[in-house]
């Protein structure tokens, strides 16, 4: 996508800023203080989105913690070029993430992920503790662990890989974008349900041929297999939120996942889909708050806590919130 076309009213633009690395480009949107050294909150999107995914929930993060909070667009996503990655596999796509830290300077001892978003993050905290350097928490929403299996993966991966190859899959695929009932239709496929500001967004990226390009190279690109492998040797914690919702990332996979991480955490939030943190953002960015605030204080006993909403939560499950209900 070019910038120049979408500046003028981008999600919180204001806060963009561009970085170099190599022959590549990567757009970011810092909140507080991101100057060199600084601790910061990052925040990584899912395939197909852009950090407009977190423009309301990353301001408010900031601003409640006084921390610095960063977002980026993913390789070939949004204002990112494709060339900030060697590839769009997980393990280049993660170290280009940690490399681009690494030039800024940052320090981020949270990483919160969407969907894809997630098993980067997880990616690059496995990476690091192989380096023998500390690895960050892990926030996962809607995280994508599970690779495909059987009959779907034996279809998906070959099929994705001739529709990347393809240089006019992207411009036919951004073509058919152009009507709002395929933008609409992609939408109520996760599960989510979003205001019409929120379905402005994602069609102005459907229809970026570059844009399509990218999501599906990563798709075509992405291979879960070795992470899924490697995940009982995650040494940091890994929070996984679930929206009852989902159609995307089904809900029964985090409890997969946490099956293969010790001491994983879940909690499980119904009447959201995929997309939860851009339906209900102002909730969502007062419980990470409340998580990440609860680092300072003494661990929880086994004791029933009364959170809001209604909601109760008992050691390591949590009974579905209530948020959305009508």
Not at 118 to 138: P, Y
Not at 219 to 246: S, Y
Not at 276 to 303: C, G, K, T, W, Y
Not at 316 to 321: A, D, F, L
Request: aromatic share 6%; proline share 6%.
């Amino acid at each position: 996508m070019k910038w120049q076309q979408h500046a003028h009213d981008w999600p919180q633009a204001e806060h963009s800023q561009f970085v170099v690395m190599g022959a590549g480009q990567w757009h970011t949107q810092c909140f507080g203080q991101c100057g060199p050294g600084a601790q910061i909150i990052l925040m990584l999107h899912g395939t197909g989105a852009s950090t407009h995914s977190w423009r309301d929930v990353a301001p408010a993060v900031s601003e409640s913690l006084g921390t610095g909070v960063v977002c980026i667009d993913l390789p070939g996503h949004g204002f990112t070029s494709d060339r900030a990655s060697r590839s769009f596999s997980l393990p280049d796509v993660a170290q280009a993430v940690l490399n681009l830290l690494e030039l800024q300077h940052w320090h981020a001892p949270w990483v919160i992920g969407h969907s894809a978003g997630a098993a980067i993050a997880t990616q690059m905290s496995l990476a690091q503790h192989s380096a023998g350097r500390h690895a960050h928490r892990i926030l996962g929403l809607n995280g994508a662990f599970v690779p495909l299996q059987g009959r779907v993966q034996r279809w998906f991966s070959p099929m994705a890989k001739v529709l990347a190859l393809n240089p006019l899959i992207p411009a036919i695929f951004s073509m058919s974008a152009q009507r709002d009932s395929v933008v609409r239709g992609l939408l109520d496929g996760t599960g989510s349900v979003l205001d019409d500001r929120g379905q402005q967004w994602y069609a102005r990226l459907m229809r970026d041929p570059d844009h399509a390009a990218a999501a599906l190279q990563l798709m075509a690109q992405w291979n879960l297999d070795e992470l899924w492998q490697r995940l009982p040797q995650l040494r940091c914690e890994l929070h996984l939120w679930v929206g009852q919702r989902d159609r995307t990332v089904m809900p029964k996979q985090a409890d997969q996942t946490a099956a293969q991480v010790p001491g994983a955490q879940i909690r499980h939030f119904e009447a959201v889909g995929h997309l939860m943190h851009e339906e209900r953002p102002e909730f969502f960015a007062q419980e990470i708050v409340a998580l990440v605030r609860a680092l300072n204080r003494p661990s929880p006993s086994d004791e029933p806590i009364q959170l809001r909403d209604g909601e109760v939560e008992i050691g390591r499950k949590t009974h579905p919130s209530q948020i959305g209900q009508q």
